[in-house]
Each structure stands twice: as C-alpha cells, then as structure tokens.
C-alpha cells in the first residue's frame, strides 16, 4: 500500500508539472518563451525566423555605366516587333533658358513643370524580328527615378525637347534591318534641386518600384 501510494503521488506530481508549464509556469499571460529575444529556436544563433522579419526596403541592383548595352533585349510595344539591344550612352543637362523655352514654368493645371530639361541619349540596335513601325517614339519607354524608385523626372508630351542646344531633330527612316543602330534623343523635365538617379527602361511587365530596381538601370550621370 505504501508502494502505490508513492507511485501515484509519482503521477500526480507529473501531470501537475505539465499543467503548470502548459500554462506559462505560473507567471501570468506576459511571459515570454524560452527562447531569448533577437535568437531563433534552433539553438539560439540570433538569427530571426522568417514570420519576424521585417519587411525590407527594396534596393536597387549594379546600375549600368553610360555606354554600356543592358544585358537582355527588348520588344517595346510602339514598334509592332522586332527585339532590340538598349544603350543608354549619355545625359546632357540643359538650361532654365531651354527650359523656359519650352513652356514648363506655366501655372496652369497638369502642365509639365520643372527648371532643368535633361537631354537622353539611347542607342537601339535591332537584333532580332522585323518592326511594322519605322518611326516610333522608342524614348517613351525611358524612366528618370531617384533611389527610391519615384520618379522625379518626366517626359513633356506637348514639346519634343527640339531646342537650341538641345535634342536633333532624327531623319525619317522607312524601315529596319538586323544589326541597324539608331541613336535617338529624348527630353526630361526635371529640377535641379532633385535630379533623377537611374536611368531605367520601362517595360510593360513593369508595375511595382521593385520590378524597376531588379531590371538593368543605367547611373544617372550628366555631362
């Protein structure tokens, strides 16, 4: 009798010791788990599970350096085929003179506004297909954006950016072949005191500040 007694105090006293650690040890509904802040539960290495990570802020990738061709090719919409090889090959930044020149500094709702016109140059070599288009305005695919992926400069779709000192006025061309290059100038509307960090090219694929920052991007850097 007095073995089974012990043996069911045995019993009790196990059951009581599950119940209490189920329960938080008795500490109230604040504590903790035993494992320690900022370390994971698999031994305590600091490394944070992922449901506790926070949210990173998107980064941009290398960015390209003017001249240099970006790695894959494209299909923009405007030209009804063909793909194409991208370099961006220089910026000229322009005048507050070539700026009001073209009608930025109006008042006026939704008109364009900014004290620096940035002139884009971008070269296009068509390397496979066959545009339907032989004169698209390949240039509306360009994007000016900071760091943080915002764009802080656009293109006027009033004013072509054909000013003195400005963007040439391109030849008409009747047609594409394979291996042709075409350097093409575009103008940006930007201010002085925000210019743009990356040059990117703007894909219909493209809908999120991280599509931006993944894709090739050329440094945005003037002469």
């Given at each position: 009798?007095?073995?089974?007694?012990?043996?069911l105090f045995?019993?009790?006293?196990?059951?009581?010791?599950?119940?209490?650690?189920?329960?938080?040890?008795?500490?109230?509904?604040?504590?903790?788990?035993?494992?320690?802040?900022?370390?994971?539960?698999?031994?305590g290495t600091?490394?944070?599970?992922?449901?506790?990570?926070?949210?990173?802020?998107?980064?941009?990738?290398?960015?390209?350096?003017?001249?240099?061709?970006?790695?894959?090719?494209?299909?923009?919409?405007?030209?009804?085929?063909?793909?194409?090889?991208?370099?961006?090959t220089k910026?000229?930044?322009?005048?507050?003179?070539?700026?009001?020149?073209?009608?930025?500094?109006?008042?006026?709702?939704?008109?364009?506004?900014?004290?620096?016109?940035?002139?884009?140059?971008?070269?296009?070599?068509?390397?496979?297909?066959?545009?339907?288009?032989?004169?698209?305005?390949?240039?509306?695919?360009?994007?000016?954006?900071?760091?943080?992926?915002?764009?802080?400069?656009?293109?006027?779709?009033?004013?072509?950016?054909?000013?003195?000192?400005?963007?040439?006025?391109?030849?008409?061309?009747?047609?594409?072949?394979?291996?042709?290059?075409?350097?093409?100038?575009?103008?940006?509307?930007?201010?002085?005191?925000?210019?743009?960090?990356?040059?990117?090219?703007?894909?219909?694929?493209?809908?999120?500040?991280?599509?931006?920052?993944?894709?090739?991007?050329?440094?945005?850097?003037?002469?």
């Amino acid at each position: 009798m007095h073995r089974r007694s012990k043996a069911l105090f045995g019993v009790l006293a196990t059951v009581l010791g599950i119940t209490l650690t189920a329960c938080g040890g008795g500490g109230g509904g604040g504590e903790k788990s035993g494992v320690p802040e900022g370390s994971s539960a698999k031994g305590g290495t600091g490394q944070e599970s992922p449901s506790a990570r926070p949210s990173r802020k998107p980064e941009w990738g290398p960015a390209l350096a003017m001249g240099r061709p970006a790695p894959k090719l494209y299909e923009p919409q405007n030209t009804e085929g063909g793909k194409f090889e991208v370099t961006a090959t220089k910026i000229v930044k322009g005048t507050a003179a070539q700026a009001k020149y073209m009608y930025w500094d109006q008042t006026r709702p939704g008109e364009l506004k900014g004290n620096t016109p940035y002139f884009v140059y971008i070269t296009y070599t068509l390397k496979e297909g066959k545009p339907q288009v032989a004169n698209p305005d390949l240039g509306a695919h360009a994007a000016a954006l900071d760091m943080n992926g915002v764009k802080v400069a656009e293109r006027p779709t009033i004013h072509s950016g054909f000013v003195e000192g400005g963007c040439e006025v391109p030849p008409v061309y009747m047609s594409w072949d394979i291996g042709e290059k075409r350097t093409l100038c575009t103008v940006f509307a930007g201010d002085e005191s925000n210019p743009p960090a990356r040059l990117a090219w703007d894909t219909t694929d493209m809908t999120t500040v991280e599509d931006y920052m993944k894709a090739a991007s050329w440094a945005w850097t003037v002469q």
